[in-house]
């Protein structure tokens, strides 16, 4: 019985959005999208061989799931004050204008779907209207929040995500009018990344994230509206016992700053450790390489390819938040890191970006950045001028970038064409076949900053260490071994070629 239901149930999701479509030119006004969320793939296609790495926690996260249709929540939202993002079963909303394409928005509301996804939801219906604006008020504007809530009711709907930034007041009145809970974008989007911050730094800044948009959001009544005082005050005893005092909702709002504080003073506190992390790179002249990009564009599947890094590899929008510096070497040796970043997404939440501004100068600080770019995805262009914005903002728009289009595998001829065209300095890769992934070394070494002092240095025999130096920290350019030694022409940094000088020096 659990199975035939659980079937039902996954034919009920993949036939809704069919639905859709073929329902569309009923709605005056109104584009519904349909098939499955663009942004993820089927697993068979997303991982068709084996993972690199050990994948440890992704068994962790699959060890707790959401079950659909086990709700507690009130019938009429209204009648609570706070309520956890908790998102079962929802309707997606969005409003385009006549400057935007009907191609681009329905794009957005896919990507949308599978932001909630993600989160635990099953998307059930999606409604796109045409309006020169949004309704300030509702969003939807009346007539269209009526049979939204009509939508809602028929399906049996638990939530109405809107593909934009709700003020409280919208989300206010569009809970009032459909009588479910009604979030937004950002608040997926804070979801994912609570439910996937696994340290102590990404805690704290998801953390902070959340505060700064729940602060304007506060809303209360009843009691939490009543005048307060605290101290003798409280009491009705002489001075500062007479005035309004203190409101509840006012109370919380200086508590959320308490705490935004301490968090920022605590993520500020981690700065120290990643100073002496890179100052220890800088020391010894490592360059450094990151990897930055769209969510979903195959980032951990590409560093786990080149460095078997074992990092998570999930077929999830935001699966990795955390940072992870690996080593690899360039094909004439040298060696240099590369770093795995938290991914973007359009209409990233500000929020994020200032909360994560700590985690992003690992990008800033870079001496390239491999821009990972989804060449499956239908609308590649726009997810490049969205990570190029966010590095803009985090200060790493001056550092040098090599566009690299994963997923290589599932991309044509003509397909491959289109993608040249728009980024001529392009390298194709794919994390699945191991496509493309000596060319992208070879340009990675290209790129990277040459050594600025070339030597010719005689090294002892006895002095092995030298010569693994010179490999490691430099570019050996020639080799030859003569009777007092190893003959060595090198160009290194000034630190290591001072090191290999002074140890030949003595050696004579």
């Known amino acids: 019985m659990p199975e035939s239901f659980e079937a039902q149930r996954d034919d ?18 109104v584009r519904v999208f349909g098939g499955r969320a663009v ?20 068994e962790e996260r699959a060890a707790l799931r959401r079950v659909g249709g086990l709700s507690t929540e009130l019938a009429d939202v209204t009648e609570v004050e706070y309520r956890q993002v908790r998102l079962e079963n929802v309707v997606l909303i969005g409003v385009y204008t006549p ?23 099953v998307v059930l219906d999606g409604v796109l209207q045409r309006r020169p604006h949004p309704d300030p008020a509702t969003y939807l504007g009346r007539g269209k929040v009526q049979e939204l809530a009509d939508i809602v009711a028929a399906l049996g709907a638990d939530t109405v995500v809107a593909d934009t930034e709700l003020s409280p007041s919208q989300r206010r009145a569009l809970e009032d009018a459909v009588k479910v809970k009604v979030i937004d ?44 005082a605290g101290g003798q005050a409280a009491g009705g005893q002489g001075m500062g016992s007479r005035g309004p005092g ?26 120290p450790a990643r100073e002496a992390k890179r100052a220890n790179r800088d020391r010894f002249q490592v360059p450094a390489v990151a990897i930055a990009g769209y969510t979903n564009a195959g980032k951990s599947s590409l560093l786990n390819r080149i460095t078997r890094a074992g990092v998570l590899v999930e077929n999830t929008l935001f699966a990795t938040l955390d940072p992870t510096v690996r080593r690899s070497r360039t094909p004439d040796g040298r060696l240099f890191t590369i770093a795995d970043t938290v991914g973007f997404v359009r209409n990233l939440p500000h929020q994020l970006v200032e909360a994560f501004r700590s985690t992003l100068e690992e990008v800033a600080s870079s001496d390239l950045v491999l821009h990972v770019v989804d060449g499956s995805h239908p609308d590649p262009a726009s997810q490049i001028a969205t990570v190029r ?5 985090a200060g790493a728009r001056d550092v040098p970038e090599l566009i690299v289009f994963t997923k290589g595998d599932l ?24 496509e493309g992934l000596e060319e992208l070394l070879e340009e990675i070494g290209r790129r990277l900053p040459l050594p600025d002092v070339e030597l010719d240095v005689l090294i002892p025999y006895d002095r092995g260490d030298l010569v693994t130096l010179a490999h490691d920290r430099g570019r050996v350019l020639e080799t030859h071994y003569e009777e007092g030694g190893t003959r060595m022409r090198v160009q290194a940094s000034e630190a290591v070629a001072h090191q290999l000088e002074s140890a030949a020096a003595t050696a004579r």
């Open 185 to 228: 974008r950002t608040a997926v989007i804070l979801d994912i990344f609570s439910q996937h911050a696994k340290s102590r730094e990404g805690k704290a800044q998801v953390e902070l994230a959340q505060l700064e948009y729940l602060l304007p959001r506060l809303r209360g009544w009843g009691e939490s509206m009543s005048r307060q």
């Open 389 to 393: 914005d966010v590095l803009g903002e």
């Open 99 to 121: 400057s935007e394409s009907l191609e681009d928005a329905e794009n957005s509301l896919r990507e949308l779907a599978a932001l909630a996804e993600t989160a635990g939801a």
């Open 411 to 434: 991309v044509d001829a003509d397909r491959r064409l289109l993608l040249r065209g728009l980024e001529p300095d392009s390298v194709f890769v794919s994390a699945r076949t191991g």
């Open 12 to 29: 009920d999701a993949r036939d809704a959005l069919e639905r859709i479509l073929a329902t569309e030119e009923a709605h005056a006004g």
């Open 246 to 271: 203190e409101t509840k909702i006012e109370l919380d709002r200086r508590r959320i700053h308490s705490r935004m504080a301490k968090l920022r003073k605590q993520i500020k506190g981690f700065a």
């Open 39 to 58: 942004a993820l793939q089927d697993d068979a296609t997303a991982f068709g061989g084996e993972r690199d790495g050990e994948q440890f926690d992704r």
